[in-house]
């Protein structure tokens, strides 16, 4: 019998749809926990004067809070972007993600995602994250992590794997790669499958940039808007990501030089827990008002992500539906917001009042939701169970009193679209 070595046996690397749904799950992720860290740093921000800044300082606290804010509508919609591509290639939109922080070398080497309240390391790591693949910059040493680079295989792996990148846009570059070499071995009729009528239009979101993908053509504007307005654009462009993170890190030094003292976070920690930590580095939010606020919005946030999911398997042609789902996400989106920021002036724990508290994001294990019969009424009913919960958070502040209306209102809509 013939000996046929290993190398020789080894196939070519040829185009998978596995693979590429597998670089889109990674997309998905990175654009969902990017955005989790931007709402935690504009929640950590201060809203008074009499949280220790002056009218000025406050004023550009609130430029910030306004622009991160901004940043992560467009993570939203960067994060739909990924979604009507898989659609588009005959898969599910994917929301889950690993709870924050992510663990090292879950993401390639040099990627690290936590949950930090806004400061100067807060802020260059933004910058870090979203930098132009050709500009040099070095990420705080309080976000560096010890990952190891990822060895390419010389044969094409039937397991899918992302690939070892540095920056955010060389990685957009794989993915369009891969889905250009898919779109041209597998035929574009074959791989963009997907029934369109999934996808969510930018109509529905208010975003001329949206795209709805119906072939390779489609599918490379989808990838150069998402570069392009954030993740490693090689434009210099004033309003990218980039751009925006360096213009608020510039104006935080100068109040910073003109009063040292000058803090525009609240004592939000950084990683907090709602449940007993297994690490000494986390903060467990378990103060009598704060645990039960923590669960309030972590609990709002699932629920706008079974929204969404459930969003994503609903047709156009359900047009009453969809406006419901896309209403009730936007409802828990607000309730989100708010919670969160009240989180930060809560003290995590009672014994000891000092680490205020912060929203942890807290994933369920699946958001796949109910079956399509029961969809709807069990969202209105998840609503319902949060909205009747906002009474009993204690004294709080007028944006978290009007958040029982809204979600009620929310659960409502679904009831009658059903």
């Known amino acids: 019998m013939k000996n046929i070595s290993s190398a020789t046996a080894l196939p070519p690397k040829r185009a998978s749809r596995e693979q ?21 740093a504009a929640f950590s921000l ?26 992560c509508m467009e993570e ?13 290639v005959g898969a599910r939109p994917h929301f889950n993600r690993p709870n924050l922080p992510v663990a090292p070398g879950y ?18 790591h933004f910058i870090f994250l979203e930098r132009p693949e050709e500009i040099r910059v070095e990420d705080p040493a309080a976000f560096e992590v010890q990952g190891v680079q990822r060895a390419e295989p010389a044969f094409r792996p039937l397991m899918p794997r992302a690939p070892s990148y540095k920056t955010i846009g060389e990685f957009y570059e794989a993915l369009r790669a891969e889905m250009e070499r898919a779109a041209a071995e597998l035929g574009e ?12 239009t930018g109509k529905e979101i208010r975003s001329a940039d949206l795209v709805v993908v119906r072939g390779a053509e489609d599918a490379r504007r989808a990838i150069d808007f998402i570069v392009e307005q954030g993740e490693g654009s ?62 309030a919005a972590n609990a709002t946030y699932s629920a706008m992500l079974r929204c969404l999911a459930q969003l994503y398997e609903t047709m156009a ?7 419901a789902l896309l209403g009730a996400a936007l409802s828990c989106m607000k309730a989100v917001t708010a919670l ?39 969202l209105a009913e998840r609503l319902s169970e949060i909205a009747a919960r906002v009474p009993m958070l204690g004294n709080p502040p007028g944006a978290v009193a009007e958040l029982q209306e809204a979600l009620s209102k929310a659960a409502d809509g679904l009831r009658r679209a059903n």
């Open 189 to 200: 009729r074959r791989l963009f499958s997907g029934p369109t009528g999934l996808q969510l």
């Open 76 to 88: 939203m919609i960067h994060l739909a972007q990924v979604c009507n591509l898989m659609v588009a």
């Open 20 to 40: 590429l749904l597998h670089l889109l799950a990674e997309a998905a992720e990175l654009e969902h926990n990017i955005l989790c860290s931007y709402l935690y």
């Open 46 to 71: 201060k809203q008074r004067e009499n949280e220790g800044v002056t009218a000025a300082e406050l004023a550009a606290i609130g430029r910030w809070r306004a622009d991160i804010m901004g940043l």
């Open 317 to 323: 042609s359900e047009g009453e539906e969809r406006e």
């Open 340 to 378: 969160g920021s009240w989180l930060t002036e809560l003290p995590a724990r009672d014994e000891d009042p000092t680490p205020r508290a912060g929203m942890s994001f807290a994933m369920l294990r699946a958001i796949e939701g109910p079956i399509p019969a029961r969809a709807m009424l069990t």
């Open 234 to 295: 090689g434009r210099q462009r004033e309003d990218s990501h980039f751009g925006r993170f360096e213009s608020m890190r510039d104006e935080l030094l100068a109040l910073q030089a003109a009063r040292p003292e000058f803090e525009p976070a609240r004592g939000a920690p950084r990683d907090p827990v709602m449940h007993a930590p297994v690490s000494d580095n986390r903060v467990w939010v378990n103060g009598r008002q704060s645990a039960p606020v923590i669960d």
């Open 107 to 124: 993401h390639p080497a040099g990627v690290a995602i936590a949950l930090a309240p806004f400061d100067l390391d807060t802020i260059e």
